[in-house]
């Protein structure tokens, strides 16, 4: 099982960027592929991007590709999403979670066994 610390959330101002990190500890990180997931009020949690375990594969969702990089590093245990350009729809908690490989590369939030406890992005002027 992991557990996650999510750090890097804060306000910016629209066009700005901001890196989220996560790091892992608990298990063999490098045995699960991790996926950065937002929740904005009243709507529900999507997938933002995800890597697989090696980092050989990512997905990003339509709003956010080309904008946002995910990259993992498994000597830190760590995953961390490059934000530029933000947008104002971009504001949301995000969350980072993780499945375990063999199940397959997937990027869709209730696929995703063990979740960090989230960091609030704003983007506001």
């Known amino acids: 099982q992991l557990q996650f610390v999510e750090s890097g959330g804060g306000l910016v101002q629209p066009g700005g960027s901001l890196r989220l990190s996560c790091a892992a500890s608990?298990?063999?990180?490098?045995?699960?592929?991790i996926g950065w997931f937002r929740q904005a009020p009243g709507k529900e949690r999507e997938g933002v991007s995800c890597?697989?375990?090696?980092?050989?594969?990512?997905k990003y969702s339509d709003s956010v590709k080309g904008r946002f990089t995910i990259v993992r590093d498994n000597a830190r245990n760590t995953v961390y999403l490059q934000m530029n350009s933000l947008k104002p729809e971009d504001a949301a908690v995000y969350y980072c979670?993780?499945?375990?490989?063999?199940?397959?590369?997937?990027?869709?939030?209730?696929?995703?066994?063990?979740w960090g406890q989230g960091t609030q992005v704003t983007v506001s002027s």
């Open positions: 979670a993780a499945r375990r490989a063999l199940l397959g590369f997937v990027c869709v939030p209730d696929r995703y066994d063990y």
């Open positions: 608990g298990s063999t990180f490098d045995s699960y592929a």
């Open positions: 890597i697989s375990s090696s980092g050989g594969l990512t």
